[in-house]
């Protein structure tokens, strides 16, 4: 491609116009890219699926797509053969494949299916910017300086990471993140998805049926793979490296079909990945202090605008709607109600918003 008018001493890669789509089936993901990519003019959109991702491309032109391989139901590679197979404005587009991918021949892989090219998840600010540079059209592409998007020290920084947690990382997280709030905000959507995943992969878990040293349910066995492997790239995406470990070793033997392997490492898996919502309460008790107090009129005005924007799947409205009743101080013990409604804004799961939703109204109504 001619970037032969790119302003080289611009602070980091700045495309203004530019749209990028990104697949993934962990909103944790499409919001990290969101963020690392605010400050470069980039509009970024999201999709959920393979099968939304098909929906879009139908439509919308997109300058990159970003695609996440392992998914549920319909995987990266069968959604990106169908759209080269279209007719639609991406069928050109290109298609840069995302993967934590465990398999040393992945880069062949994703080569001799056509991809344009590919990137190990967790992805690196810098990196992003870089190929991103290569792949948006010339004309779109006003600024970009080499090594301009190496994370930066947030100002609070010092504050953040002064907690000695168990298992996390700091060095190695910040790796993933251009600046401090970014780090703090995926940190907080996992810390609100802990319960979620545990719960779903202990259900994949008993569906397994396993018996006489072999898994009987294939299907159940898909999903607890595509589970726990969304399981590792969040943890560590984040930097606790022992839960991203044990994820891998589940998904190796998830792949390899070992019911011994995943009987004996399941149940002390989901213990550790649990053990995380009061070993990551630290970070947020300052902010748990500064509660507003309770307003029932705007409590409820909130939940009415997450409602809203849930109907639409409008994330840019769900996800501040969620934060403001994050805010209030409850006056009955609803903390639990609230952190797994955000836990369903940051899946997207519509009904589980629909259910919190209601129950957090009922009990406003009453106080």
Not at 70 to 76: C, I, K, R, Y
Not at 271 to 288: C, V
Request: charged content about 30%; overall charge negative.
């Amino acid at each position: 491609m001619n970037n032969s008018g790119k302003d080289e001493t611009k602070d980091g890669l700045y495309a203004p116009g530019a749209r990028v789509l990104v697949v993934d089936d962990n909103s944790m993901n499409c919001k990290l890219v969101k963020s690392l990519l605010k400050k470069t003019g980039i509009e970024v959109f999201e999709a959920f699926s393979g099968q939304e991702c098909l929906s879009k491309v139908e439509t919308e032109k997109y300058d990159v797509i970003l695609m996440d391989h392992l998914m549920p139901g319909m995987d990266g590679i069968e959604t990106f053969r169908r759209i080269r197979q279209g007719s639609g404005p991406c069928v050109s587009s290109p298609v840069i494949a995302l993967s934590a991918n465990p398999d040393t021949d992945a880069k062949e892989l994703y080569n001799k299916e056509g991809f344009s090219c590919y990137l190990k998840k967790p992805v690196k600010p810098a990196l992003l910017e870089q190929v991103l540079a290569d792949f948006l059209p010339g004309e779109l592409v006003k600024g970009y300086a080499m090594g301009a998007a190496e994370a930066s020290e947030g100002e609070d920084d010092s504050k953040f990471d002064e907690y000695d947690i168990e298992g996390l990382d700091w060095d190695f997280a910040k790796i993933h993140f251009s600046d401090i709030d970014t780090l703090k905000e995926t940190i907080n959507n996992f810390y609100l998805m802990i319960k979620r995943d545990a719960d779903r992969l202990e259900e994949y878990y008993k569906k397994l049926e396993i018996y006489n040293g072999k898994i009987m349910n294939e299907f159940a066995l898909s999903e607890y793979r595509v589970l726990v492997h969304s399981m590792k790239s969040s943890a560590t995406l984040i930097g606790i490296i022992p839960l991203a470990g044990m994820a891998f070793m589940l998904e190796r033997a998830a792949i390899a079909k070992d019911a011994k392997t995943i009987g004996l490492l399941n149940d002390v898996f989901l213990t550790d990945w649990r053990s995380y919502s009061e070993k990551l309460k630290p970070l947020f008790a300052e902010k748990l202090a500064k509660a507003s107090e309770f307003d029932k009129a705007d409590f409820l005005a909130h939940l009415k605008k997450l409602e809203d924007a849930s109907e639409f799947l409008d994330v840019d409205s769900m996800d501040p709607a969620a934060k403001a009743i994050s805010e209030f101080k409850l006056p009955w013990s609803g903390e639990d109600d609230i952190n797994a409604l955000r836990g369903a804004v940051a899946a997207l799961d519509i009904d589980a918003i629909k259910t919190f939703s209601c129950k957090l109204r009922e009990e406003a109504l009453k106080h």
